[in-house]
């Protein structure tokens, strides 16, 4: 690799960066210092700790090391989807892992598998970001997905009711919110897709051409990923959406307030 | 036969086909939980419920569903036009049979004194006493043996609302139990029932 390797004491001048936000968050008085502070100190501990394990596993290159750390990573974008939604966490969890499970795996391994084709692409190396960069974007993708459907079910429940009451069967009834739900989780990757390249140069392309890349095999990288994201995203938060729902409803049909923290509205 | 059985805190009703019954009482006291009780959107602590016969349960409730319409207090159908709306409960696999009472629209709407064009509008710009006639054919195309109406001519002015009486008792065999407060409303119906009678007032 012919990256240029960034020394302690050259990171150490990039942290300097800081002083000017900072200094305009104590100039304007925003209330958001120590949110800040902690918030760089938390991307510092964290990174450090990644680089390090990262290090490792690249280094040991284990299959069965490399696909725990991706169940870790699903873990915790399952867990930290739950609580961005504010809902219960016992009721989502366990079917939103699944879906995560799936919209990663899937498009991850048509990736190396097929589009990559090269022993070497099961490397850690390869399949730790690819994942990672899949997962991402399923995570974002669920938090809209299933907020959007869980909100307006509660929002408009006398037209689902009604649905019910006119003899639709929960598929049905449910299907028009299904489909919101997932308009509205999709809609901002296909405008990535649309604008990329134009607006900023993505990361996955950024990652090539640093590492020594030319600029075509990056954007054939890119192009890849952004496929495998689409459809990563697309598989999570159906399976999202219909995993959930058996949980979620009653046999009679209706929702089961338990599922919102707040309970009723 | 049809008969509709319920136990509200030591409350029991019958119905009888075609028969209209209204129930009255002061706010609170379960008239409209009774109804959506029927349709499976409450479910009774204790007591059961049976309709045409057969006891409510979870598993009924879907196929009873299809045997009986609902007009809710202020009604919300969704989003979309009027036609849209009207349209959609014969998508549902149970209705798609009785896609071809679409064609008694028109008659409908001239009964109910509703103008042709008001299936082009949306239904965010009907005003209540529309949306409330519109609710109300959406019921009575789907055909069913029981009308459950919530307050159905509340937002009504007195044409509209007799409109509404002459059709339901043109329809003989139609079983209506609705929930009212309206004088007018109370005339027309055959049974009277007042649920501040029953012992518990307290919604179930």
Redesign the interface.
């Known amino acids: 690799m012919n990256i240029i390797d960034i020394s302690p004491w050259h990171l150490a001048a990039g942290y300097l960066l800081l002083a000017i936000p900072l200094g305009i968050i104590l100039w304007q008085r925003l209330p958001m210092l120590g949110q800040t502070l902690r918030a760089v100190a938390r991307m510092t501990l964290q990174l450090l700790f990644v680089g390090f394990y990262l290090q490792f596993i690249f280094e040991l290159n284990d299959p069965f090391l490399t696909g725990a750390w991706i169940l870790i990573m699903i873990g915790v974008a399952d867990i930290s989807i739950v609580s961005g939604c504010r809902l219960r966490m016992n009721r989502l969890a366990g079917g939103l892992f699944l879906a995560l499970l799936a919209g990663t795996i899937i498009p991850l391994l048509i990736f190396v598998l097929l589009v990559l084709q090269d022993k070497g692409a099961l490397n850690a190396q390869y399949v730790v970001p690819i994942s990672g960069m899949i997962l991402g974007n399923c995570l974002q993708a669920d938090i809209i997905g299933i907020r959007t459907f869980y909100e307006s079910l509660q929002k408009?429940e006398?037209?689902y009711?009604?649905?019910?009451?006119?003899?639709?069967?929960l598929k049905?009834a449910l299907h028009?919110f299904v489909r919101d739900a997932c308009q509205t989780a999709l809609t901002p990757t296909v405008a990535t897709i649309s604008t990329i390249g134009l607006v900023s140069l993505p990361g996955m392309m950024t990652g090539v051409i640093l590492g020594g890349g030319n600029p075509m095999t990056a954007i054939k990288y890119q192009i890849a990923i952004m496929i495998a994201i689409f459809a990563g995203t697309a598989i999570t938060v159906i399976l999202a959406i219909r995993l959930t729902t058996f949980k979620n409803f009653?046999?009679?049909?209706?929702l089961d307030r338990g599922i919102f923290e707040t309970g009723r509205s | 036969m049809i008969a509709g059985q319920n136990i509200l805190s030591g409350f029991s009703l019958r119905l009888f086909p075609g028969q209209k019954t209204t129930l009255i009482g002061r706010s609170g006291c379960g008239k409209s939980t009774l109804l959506r009780s029927l349709l499976g959107f409450v479910v009774p602590e204790a007591g059961t419920i049976r309709v045409f016969g057969m006891e409510l349960s979870s598993h009924l409730v879907w196929k009873l569903r299809t045997r009986m319409a609902y007009v809710a207090q202020e009604p919300e159908m969704g989003v979309g036009n009027v036609h849209d709306l009207l349209v959609r409960p014969f998508t549902f696999k149970s209705n798609r049979r009785l896609h071809e009472n679409m064609n008694c629209v028109p008659e409908l709407l001239e009964r109910l004194h509703l103008p042709e064009s008001i299936l082009g509008k949306d239904v965010s710009a009907l005003s209540g006493g529309e949306k409330q006639r519109i609710a109300l054919i959406s019921g009575l195309l789907l055909d069913r043996e029981i009308l459950l109406l919530d307050e159905a001519s509340s937002a009504l002015d007195q044409a509209a609302k007799l409109a509404v009486i002459d059709l339901l008792r043109a329809s003989e065999a139609l079983t209506v139990l609705s929930v009212s407060h309206d004088q007018e409303w109370i005339g027309f119906s055959d049974n009277l029932v007042d649920l501040s009678k029953s012992q518990n007032c307290a919604a179930a």
């Open positions: 408009n006398k037209a009711l009604l649905s019910l009451a006119q003899g639709a069967s049905e028009p009653t046999t009679w049909g209706t």
